[in-house]
């Protein structure tokens, strides 16, 4: 192609096109896009279509962007320029919504996946064009890696094959590109996966981990489903050739757009359960048929691991706990509202080493974040000695410790002389919690509210005589930075175990919401302005706003000046320090989660 013959544009391949009276529906690969306001729309379309039909074997012919004859439609002259400028105009709102692709005049054509998947394909093309993939099996002419094999040839791509016995029977690796990037993919009786793109001694290293996760799920070396907890049944040479087929295609589309400089197939701002810079696996099952993407955070160690980006908001501490507890890949048990009550506060439960875990708060995503945090506490405390604190990022994890060490140092009592109820009854906030809990529930509460000296630090306790915990046991306890909170978030306490006690499983661990967690519930988010604390938002904005001095005021009281522990390679793999915890550690770091203990630096 020279200077003067510029790129032909045409609808990129998969772009189908409904003509509407007065506009013009246009869906792609990434989106879709109404164009609306004018009658003469079907008919620039009409125009247009002829020189962005699709070339031979790219996709329907122009009849599949015509006209629907019913649309009444006005005559336009191709020779007016206001025509050619509307045409002009229509082009760019195709290219703004990422619908066209940019062809070379006189060139040969590239293959049609490849404009759909970028609206420069002969770049990609080019790229393609300077490599010859590998593939490597232990039985080149085994299923998979026929069908891998095949795919790629299909592709304009056809791979050296060698023969690998140091692979598993069942595994197949596939390395295109300058620098080398590789995918691993792998076949079992009921189920599959492909790798992220990586480094072909990661590829390898991350296939068998994964292998290693899955068997440690299903009790097998197969693929099960995580809702049976069963094992899949029957042998590999019996499974679908339709999954082998999947296997293949997306472990070789996976290794080839990366070969491209192509965006991976998982996308994770499509996809919100995926977690950013981190892999995703693709997870396959026959039975029944299923395929999708999930975050997978426990690999060996990578530079880019050893300091992820924090948790900046709600949102993204809950994809962490999603990734936590992945059914397929996680290393916790999803904490999920399943069939709890969610009025007139709201539950999660999970399974943890303590057994039964209920968690609960104002709000379902809250009480998952609580119970999520409390389930890794409790799993790293059995592995490593002294404390431990979980928070999704350094401050909720601060938060919550001070927190824990002002309540131990606080004993069951007050530090002080209770507070008047009339200092922090007023609140609607703890007027409201007070009321569900003594009235609502009808359960016979007692609240106490204290100072810690010195400090502007309150603790709130509610003592039961309902039975809950025994013969007036302590209910509940909260310390935060005024007495109205402090009380709030103790009375809710109290509610949630009670709801708890009466909903949950049998004999589950409780674990309690505190105002840690309202930074990141707030985090971007400006409540309405004619809200008051009244209203759950403004309340917690209040308590963010707070807690920067309530931290600063429990570290002088408890004495306490922790730091995250920062992992080595060596702890991510699970050989370090970290010993039988090193995975956990791994994935909570990996989510953006911070740990402190007493260990490793952390006192």
Do not use: K
């Amino acid at each position: 192609m020279t200077a003067a013959e510029p790129a032909r544009l045409r609808l990129r391949p998969g772009v189908a096109v409904t003509p509407l009276r007065s506009g013009l529906h246009l869906r792609g690969r990434d989106g879709s896009v109404t164009l609306e306001g004018s009658r003469a729309l079907p008919a620039l379309w009409e125009l247009l279509s002829e020189r962005l039909g699709p070339g031979p074997g790219d996709g329907p012919g122009e009849e599949a962007y015509g006209v629907d004859p019913g649309i009444g439609m006005p005559r336009l002259d191709p020779a007016d320029p206001r025509v050619e400028a509307a045409l002009h105009a229509l082009t760019g709102q195709l290219h703004a919504h990422d619908l066209l692709a940019e062809y070379p005049a006189g060139a040969a054509e590239p293959p049609a996946w490849l404009g759909a998947s970028t609206h420069r394909p002969a770049l990609a093309a080019a790229a393609l064009a300077a490599t010859r993939p590998v593939v490597a099996a232990a039985d080149p002419g085994g299923p998979l890696a026929a069908a891998l094999i095949g795919v790629l040839g299909r592709a304009g791509t056809p791979p050296e094959v060698y023969r690998d016995t140091g692979l598993p029977a069942d595994r197949v690796v596939a390395v295109a590109g300058t620098p080398p990037v590789a995918v691993a993919v792998a076949r079992t009786a009921d189920g599959g996966f492909v790798t992220a793109p990586a480094e072909p001694e990661r590829a390898r290293a991350d296939a068998e981990s994964i292998a290693v996760r899955l068997h440690a799920d299903t009790g097998s070396t197969d693929v099960g489903s995580p809702d049976t907890g069963s094992a899949p049944a029957g042998p590999t040479a019996g499974a679908s050739a339709v999954l082998t087929a999947l296997l293949a295609g997306a472990a070789a589309q996976r290794l080839l757009c990366a070969a491209a400089g192509l965006p991976d197939p998982a996308g994770r701002d499509e996809d919100p359960q995926l977690l950013q810079d981190r892999p995703a696996v693709l997870v396959a099952l026959a039975r029944p048929p299923h395929a999708s993407y999930r975050p997978w955070v426990t690999g060996p160690a990578d530079p880019a691991s050893l300091s992820p980006a924090p948790v900046a908001d709600l949102a993204e501490a809950l994809r962490g706990v999603g990734a936590l507890g992945d059914p397929y890949l996680g290393v916790l048990d999803a904490p999920l509202p399943g069939g709890l009550p969610q009025l007139p506060a709201a539950l999660a439960a999970c399974s943890s080493v303590a057994g039964p875990l209920v968690a609960g708060a104002p709000r379902t995503d809250l009480a998952r974040l609580s119970a999520a945090c409390r389930a890794a506490e409790l799993h790293l405390d059995e592995r490593i000695p002294g404390p431990v604190t979980v928070g999704a990022g350094p401050g909720h994890a601060l938060g919550r410790a001070l927190r824990r060490a002002a309540l131990a140092a606080a004993g069951s009592s007050g530090p002080d002389r209770a507070l008047r109820e009339e200092e922090w009854r007023d609140h609607p906030q703890a007027r409201h919690w007070w009321t569900v809990l003594t009235r609502h529930l009808g359960l016979p509460m007692e609240m106490t509210v204290h100072r810690f000296p010195a400090e502007q630090a309150y603790l709130a306790v509610v003592r039961d005589f309902a039975g809950l915990t025994g013969p007036a046991g302590v209910a509940a306890r909260a310390v935060e930075a005024t007495p109205a909170d402090a009380a709030a978030l103790a009375a809710l306490g109290a509610v949630t175990r009670a709801m708890a006690a009466e909903h949950g499983p049998a004999g589950a661990v409780h674990t309690a919401f505190s105002g840690a967690e309202a930074p990141l519930a707030v985090a971007g988010v400006e409540p309405a302005a004619w809200t008051d604390e009244g209203w759950t938002d403004r309340w917690l904005a209040g308590i963010a706003r707070r807690e920067p001095e309530l931290c600063a005021a429990l570290a002088r009281l408890t004495g306490l000046h922790l730091e995250p522990w920062q992992p080595g390679e060596a702890d991510l793999a699970g050989s370090g320090a970290a010993g039988s915890a090193g995975p956990v550690l791994a994935a909570l770091h990996a989510c953006g989660f911070s740990v402190l203990a007493g260990w490793g630096g952390a006192r």
